[in-house]
């Protein structure tokens, strides 16, 4: 099975953008982001990055004021980090498949407990 470039490059992406955040950005409204995913179009040039905030179920308006602060610095260290011939554009979306997740077991428990 082979996989398209723009996969690999999403996974490098990822764990780049998840060091960075957890050594380098010092904002408290950007400390505790976990990011889940990132969808990266076949040409390179837009990521979307998928992320959650550790020990929450929601995304506050000022975590997203945060990281739409902190995009330059993410591209300017990816462009270090990274050979690629473009940084992509990061839009930052909230990850929701984990406030579902956990709305699902809690289903599952309230169930388990009337058995």
Partial sequence: MSFK?????????????SEILLKQI????????TVTDVKLTDDLRH???FFV???ENS????????L?????F?????GKKLQLRYVPELQFIF??????GDRIDRLLAEINKHV
Wanted: proline share 2%.
């Fill in 5 to 17: 470039r723009a996969d690999k490059v999403a996974d490098l992406i990822r764990a780049e953008i």
């Fill in 26 to 33: 010092n904002d408290p409204q950007v400390k505790g982001i």
């Fill in 47 to 49: 990521a979307k990055i």
């Fill in 53 to 55: 905030r550790t020990g």
């Fill in 59 to 66: 995304c506050g308006e000022e975590t997203i004021k945060g």
């Fill in 68 to 72: 739409h602060r902190a995009v330059g």
């Fill in 74 to 78: 993410l591209r300017r260290e990816l």
């Fill in 95 to 100: 990850d929701e498949s984990f406030e579902y």
